[in-house]
């Protein structure tokens, strides 16, 4: 579905997409909206957010070469935006069932992609 609509894009460190993938299929294989698997999400949302949040809003003024007290003030903002995000993430997740699981994995899925061969 994405690939059909404009959209932006944000690399994520090899790791990250590595646990995501693993992540992903390991809890759709279990199948179960059950305390471990909405922890495993939680922490694994968290991340991409994190990430997502660094180079949408820190890497352009790291490319700028933006002083200390723009760095420091952006992220500050940054972590107000990820602590807020955080607790409202796992107040849904508290709530999953299994099926609503499966769809946030699928999700989670379309939106990871590797890098193009060049």
Do not use: C
């Amino acid at each position: 579905m994405l690939k059909q609509q404009s959209h932006i894009v944000a690399p994520i460190p090899d790791e990250l997409r590595t646990r995501a993938l693993y992540t992903v299929n390991e809890l759709k294989t279990r199948g179960k909206a059950d305390k471990e698997a909405i922890e495993k999400l939680h922490n694994l949302i968290a991340d991409l957010t994190e990430n997502g949040l660094d180079f949408f809003f820190l890497e352009p003024l790291r490319r700028l070469n933006a002083g200390n007290m723009t760095m420091s003030m952006a992220k500050v903002g940054i972590s107000s935006m990820l602590k807020g995000s955080k607790m409202v993430v796992h107040k849904v997740l508290k709530k999953l069932n299994d099926r609503s699981l499966t769809s946030i994995l699928e999700f989670i899925e379309e939106i990871i992609h590797e890098p193009e061969a060049q």
